[in-house]
């Protein structure tokens, strides 16, 4: 593969740009009302984020029609107030930390490594987050996107063909001048199925010190990569 | 009308951000191989932009199906090759040319006055280019966007109210929280009928030095400018 067929990249964002871990354990833990509930910061991030495939499957499934992540968010969110003993928060409170997912911090090495590689391709999301939610985040952490992608664009959430697809076609790209940065062995994939090119990023604790998936490339990627420094540096940027 | 109340900035590009007229008549009388044609290159700008709107009404009407710009643009093109004797340009000098779309000039004001408004602003582009139009002209120019939306992002080419609505929506905003920056009056009514905010750029030499229309504001609008430095002053960025 030449690298220079390439014209763009396309992200992963939660947990390949940014640390959702991290930046949801410390908010939830440091920022009133909700540090005076004393709840567990990491417990809370994860058993949030456990419910985001089994809900984004039931848009993929059909059993509910689109929605976008910041409306599946909240309704994992509403799940979770038993559990956590959210009932004393205000509904303006919920509403702010079901957002908490727009005030997400990029990974040190993520901001630094996108601009270096902005200097030779376009830097486009392929989340399935939504566009204000990757948006908001990126004017936050200053992340240089050319444009924002993703599951709300195409209607489809990844791993869906579709999302990939539609992706790369609103870049006027073929699939092989796009390549997908991930840090998630799925995601590569089902983005090299389309035809697109894949470079696997480590993230080996992104879900914390016990992370037992996506710890080391399962497949042949094209490029493998401890960071986005690491990326920039291999794709001579 | 509060300004604070306003979140984001949403703009029409060709002839407001972007000076099209003179960017174009530039490329076909300076590059080859079409300099050695030695076309007329304002009159040969204006035939190609007088068969925009004409285009993309059989889009809104439902004659045809949606096509992007860039499709438009080349069928427009191809019905100029008699009347400017392009029968020697080769296929892919016609479709270099009809890409001279990805490569229009800003305006002397654009670039710094949108850095400013940014500061501020979520600045989004909501014009009838495709994305990959506007993401191109972006990078080469250095227009720094937030988020490209508008017409292909829509499925709507303006004035249909889907295009402002549906880029409002994915922005997360309710239309009053959006203002619709444009050197056309009818661009901003529309936008206005939406419930967008609206501020008028003046670009009386846009069309050249004869332009008749669109010289001044014909309404109410929120804002009028003689420039985006001037917008950015008014906004106080």
């Not at 499934?61 to 956590?84: C, K, P, S, T, Y």
């Not at 901001?111 to 939504?130: E, Q």
Request: hydrophobic letters at 45%; a negative charge; charged letters at 25%.
């Amino acid at each position: 593969m030449s690298k220079t067929e390439i014209r763009a990249l396309t992200f992963d964002v939660f947990g390949t740009v940014v640390d959702w871990r991290n930046s949801i354990a410390r908010e939830v833990t440091t920022s009133p009302p909700l540090k005076e509930l004393k709840i567990d910061g990491f417990k809370f991030a994860d058993a949030w984020r456990a419910l985001y495939q089994p809900s984004m499957e039931k848009v993929r499934q059909g059993d509910i029609g689109w929605v976008n992540l910041d409306a599946l968010h909240r309704i994992n969110l509403n799940h979770l107030i038993d559990e956590f003993n959210l009932e004393t928060l205000q509904e303006r409170d919920l509403v702010h930390l079901n957002k908490v997912w727009h005030r997400l911090d990029p990974w040190p090495d993520s901001v630094a490594g996108m601009h270096r590689l902005k200097t030779n391709f376009i830097l486009a999301s392929l989340s399935n987050g939504n566009v204000s939610l990757i948006l908001n985040m990126a004017r936050r952490a200053g992340i240089p996107w050319d444009m924002i992608l993703g599951a709300e664009i195409a209607g489809h959430y990844k791993p869906e063909p579709e999302a990939y697809r539609k992706s790369v076609e609103l870049l006027g790209l073929a699939p092989s001048q796009a390549m997908m940065v991930a840090a998630h062995n799925g995601d590569l994939v089902a983005a090299s199925d389309v035809g697109l090119r894949t470079a696997f990023i480590r993230r080996p604790k992104e879900y914390g010190p016990k992370q037992t998936m996506d710890i080391e490339p399962e497949h042949s990627f094209d490029f493998v990569a401890d960071d986005l420094l690491d990326l920039a540096e291999q794709l001579d940027c």
